[in-house]
């Protein structure tokens, strides 16, 4: 038997087999009703651990405080993860397994075979022999994005409440619904959670944090064509389907799009495409790192149409940008220290801290822009929305103990 100081494992066995799938089609709020099973029983966990004030709303958001047990006056520090699972894998009658002090061996899920999570495969694999894995059994996700990072910010609360010797300022927890169908701020009350900063607990590898995201803005492009006969068309038809077909080819080839760039590029990308002769409507999605980079991609999109443009000159175009998020970064770079004690709370576990950018957006995009500066702290989820998603104890209990030196940090700076 290993030696267990946060009881990360058993709450996370209990919360992944509660299905909480969000749904995407739904105009409910939370798109689920079953969120809320979730919910209750984590507000009746509070309770239990002496979190008074702990409860959840009419939208679904859990809400709690870990009142400072420190005289200073220490921020209001909020962690934050969300309790719905991915629509694209199902999250019914999840069977977690664990794989004891695993060998490396394949790991071949019982209830689907054809299910093989491999070391080959999986590279964040090979720091784990000897771990405690945990999988699902081959017919569903198994949910660690992001019930392994509900089950360490529980850990760490049940710790806390245990050893109040250990000095802190206000905490707050924030559980949220529909974060997986890109709603989870939508209706979180800022005012009534009251902290300064917020870390989500969301990330995949062990001692990494994501203080980057992409900018985001949509661009739709409306073609209104010469729409005529087409048996007396001859020197009058501007097919709109044709000019779209022109925008879409003059597209570079070789950069710019998102099957040819990685890391810190860019890309200007169609997802969809509508319409008969006389108009035809291209949307677009458009994401960069930095503003400059969105601008400069918009400018090369709207040039692409001016140009095809000119050889349909009674046809027009309507160029519309939509912002959609921007990198979580501009508001963190006026907040060094969030960062900072993250990265010094990662490597007082003993592990190497790593910051890494995600080329996507985030609670904590959002949440930034709404006043609440909020990196991403790994929680140790691999291989999410599928049915080879796994994590490890080990790595559990390391997000519990950054948990813990964080607001430790927090209150010894302040
Ligand atoms: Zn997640």
Known sequence: ??????????????????????????EAFPST????????ILVEELQEIGISDAHFDEFGYVYASIPANSTKSVPTICFCSHMDT???CSGANVKPIIHRHWNGEDIILPDDTSQIIKLSEHPDLAAQIGNDIITASGTTLLGADNKAGIAEIMAATAFLQ???????????????PDEEIGRGTDKVDLVKLGADFAYTIDGES?????????????????IKGVSTHPGFAFGKLENAIKIAGDILSALPKDCLSPETTQNMEGFIH???ISGIQEEVKLDFIIRDFNVAGLIEKEELLQNICKEIMTRYPHSHVDFRITEQYRNMKEILNQHPQVSEYAMQAIEMCGIKAEKRSIRGGTDGSRLSFMGLPCPNIFAGEHAFHSKLEWVSVEDMEKASQVIVNLVQIWEQNA
């Open 1 to 26: 038997m290993k030696n267990h100081i946060f009881d990360t494992q058993t709450r996370f066995l209990r919360y992944v087999q509660i299905d909480t799938q969000s749904d995407p089609n739904s």
């Open 33 to 40: 009703e079953k969120q809320k099973d979730l919910a209750k």
């Open 86 to 88: 991915s629509p694209d």
């Open 162 to 176: 245990k050893n109040p010797q250990i000095k802190h300022g206000t905490i707050k927890l924030l559980f949220t």
């Open 206 to 222: 062990l001692g990494t944090l994501e203080d980057e995201t992409f900018s985001a803005d949509g661009v739709s492009i409306l």
């Open 270 to 272: 169609p997802t969809q």
